[in-house]
Nanobody, 122 residues
Framework: QVQLVESGGGLVQAGGSLRLSCAASGKFFSINDMGWYRQAPGKQRELVATITWADMTNYEDSVKGRFTISRDNAKKTVYLQMNALKPEDTAVYYC????????????????WGQGTQVTVSS
């Protein structure tokens, strides 16, 4: 059974940094796109950053220049380095991975992590 386990959230003062990690476990053939999303109280979940299998990245405008997404395929892990954090970055952060189940699979399946709380105090 595939699981995504996140770590690295916590409480930090404005201007500080955190690094989130999300590791995949279980049986699957390959990992394709990876991404981080966040959901603040009373708001919809929104995309923060994505990275393709070819290491092409995309960022939500408010985090450009402050956040960096990266991946380690050998460790089946995606990271989100968050610098210059602001109170408006406070949210539950979720990772998502698009996995190919087997060599013969004709489609990918999206999996989500359980979420990790990031709180930025002013």
């Amino acid at each position: 059974q595939v699981q995504l386990v996140e770590s690295g959230g916590g409480l930090v003062q404005a201007g500080g940094s955190l690094r989130l990690s999300c590791a995949a476990s279980g049986k699957f053939f390959s990992i394709n796109d990876m991404g981080w999303y966040r959901q603040a109280p009373g708001k919809q979940r929104e995309l923060v950053a994505t990275i393709t299998w070819a290491d092409m990245t995309n960022y939500e405008d408010s985090v450009k220049g402050r956040f960096t997404i990266s991946r380690d395929n050998a460790k089946k892990t995606v990271y989100l380095q968050m610098n210059a954090l602001k109170p408006e970055d406070t949210a539950v952060y979720y990772c998502k991975m698009s996995l190919t189940p087997t060599y013969y699979s004709s489609r990918n399946i999206d999996y989500w992590g359980q979420g990790t709380q990031v709180t930025v105090s002013s």
